[in-house]
């Protein structure tokens, strides 16, 4: 088999396992929750901790690949990842599951970026396109199986088989690469930001760790303000501290490209808002309507598809109304599907909630998708690096926040049910994180009217090109 294709597919088969693992548990969190003697509300925590892991050490992997060797790190990140998930399965409550997730936090975001990493670097540029298209398998196919699969074994086997099959393709993956993945460092050597990593990476974890506490119990209130104050000082720290830094481990001063600074932050309140969905989504179905894991994951899938439909649908668009009257216009469709959840009852036919689920995930998979072309339109070929790094990082921040006001408006509903989780306390968690996913038309509204028209194919009128020059 050709090295274009054989890198890629193994690379392919670890990006598969994260994908894949990322989906399955929210639909298995009702049957955790049992077997734990626990709130499936708290059990956010098992989703939030994931999420900040990649976050905090995702900025650390490029450099040690160039550093240490892509082929070394790719390996110690499919066995950490690998090794988590056996921690996941053997859990036997929410604090141990937790570090368990963790640890395939720190797998995942090494794996994630340094297998791309090993792409770019071992195929030739007139084959980059096609081995690039294997990359593209995991991120549609894992997200259409999960919950599928994850309903399935968690509904007729047991929840812990949904972390652990993911052994017997970690060790696959292991051997593979060892024996077909070539060693590539990188060619010049920057100075690692040990100093900003400390500041960015404590400030995260202290202040979503403060924020995903709160209303669960855990801790007092003035020490959840307490740390969450604590987390943003450090990383107010951090920002003075990348002003005066040649190779920060975050690049802030990308925020000065104004559509990369305009997206990002749309992204960022926009992902708050859509994050929620898929922890929402399962407990409405399983605990509200009194689905199966397995029913509920068959419905849930339906916004996969309807995100992989996208794909052939986002270019026209674009091209025919450009990124901003999409963003603007799709900001609003988007969010209404958001919030939608909120009207479901019972009696809503299991058809019409599949089909209004594919139309959101077409909806939702069109606004990331033109947000991540825009946000790259103009950032040079040499910082491309940083631009991918600081758009994961807010990814996974925002996608965790919108799990934590999720389960904090859920909490405050189930408290006027008796504690009890019923359909009609997830009016307020959907018309909520719907109403957020709104607030992205703010940063939208700043665009110029021909934003990435290079990208789209429309073609800008000339005092547009001088425009666009001038504000950047």
């Not at 990348?242 to 960022?268: Q, W």
């Not at 904090?408 to 957020?436: K, M, N, S, Y």
Request: overall charge positive; hydrophobic content about 55%.
């Amino acid at each position: 088999m050709p090295n274009r294709i054989l890198v890629p597919l193994i690379v392919a088969c670890a990006l598969f396992m994260e994908n894949l693992d990322s989906t399955v548990i929210s639909t298995a969190l009702p049957a955790i929750a049992e077997d734990f003697g626990a709130s499936p509300i708290h059990l956010k925590l098992a989703m939030t901790s994931y999420l900040l892991t990649l976050a905090v050490f995702l900025p650390a992997s490029g450099w040690l690949a160039d550093r240490l060797g892509a082929r070394l790190i790719f390996r110690v990140a499919i066995v950490t990842f690998t090794a988590g998930s056996i921690l996941c399965g053997f859990s036997h409550s929410i604090g141990s599951l937790v570090f368990a997730r963790v640890v395939q936090g720190i797998g995942g975001s090494m794996m994630v970026p340094v297998g791309r990493l090993v792409v770019l670097r071992t195929v030739s540029k007139a084959e980059l396109v096609s081995s690039l298209a294997w990359l593209t398998v995991p991120a549609l196919i894992g997200p259409v199986l999960g919950p599928p699969v994850g309903g399935f074994i968690t509904t007729y086997v047991s929840w812990p088989w949904i972390f652990w099959i993911n052994i017997p393709v970690g060790i696959l993956g292991f051997i593979l690469a060892t024996l077909f993945i070539p060693e590539v460092r990188g060619e010049t050597r920057v100075p690692f930001d040990r100093f900003g990593f400390a500041l960015s990476g404590l400030g995260l974890s202290i202040l979503m760790g403060g924020s995903t506490t709160l209303g669960l119990n855990m801790l007092s209130l003035p020490i959840n303000f307490g740390l969450i104050a604590l987390g943003g000082a450090l990383l107010a720290g951090y920002v003075a501290h990348a002003r005066h830094r040649a190779n920060p481990i975050l690049a802030l001063s990308l925020l000065r490209i104004p559509n990369f600074r305009n997206t990002l932050l749309g992204s960022l309140i926009g992902r708050v808002g859509m994050g929620a969905t898929p922890f929402l989504l399962p407990l409405l179905l399983q605990l509200g309507f009194g689905m199966s894991a397995f029913q509920s994951g068959t419905i849930t899938f339906a916004s996969a598809i309807g995100a992989i439909a996208m794909k052939f649908g986002a270019p026209p668009l674009l091209k025919r109304y450009g990124f901003r009257n999409v963003l603007l216009a799709n900001t609003v469709i988007s969010s209404v599907f958001v919030a939608l959840p909120a009207i479901f009852t019972p009696a809503t036919p299991v058809l019409l909630l599949t089909i209004l689920l594919l139309a959101g995930g077409f909806f939702r998979s069109l606004q990331f998708t033109s947000i991540s072309a825009l946000a790259f339109a103009d950032i040079p070929p040499e910082r491309m690096s940083q631009g991918t790094t600081m758009t994961s990082v807010a990814q996974q921040i925002s996608v965790s926040l919108g799990i934590t006001i999720g389960a904090i408006a859920l909490e405050v509903t189930t408290a006027q049910h008796g504690g009890e989780i019923v359909w009609t306390a997830f009016w307020l968690p959907f018309t909520l994180v719907g109403l957020l996913s709104m607030l992205s038309l703010w940063p939208f509204l700043r665009l110029h009217a021909d934003a990435g028209a290079e990208v789209s194919g429309r073609h800008p009128t000339p005092d547009a090109v001088t425009a666009m020059r001038d504000r950047a």
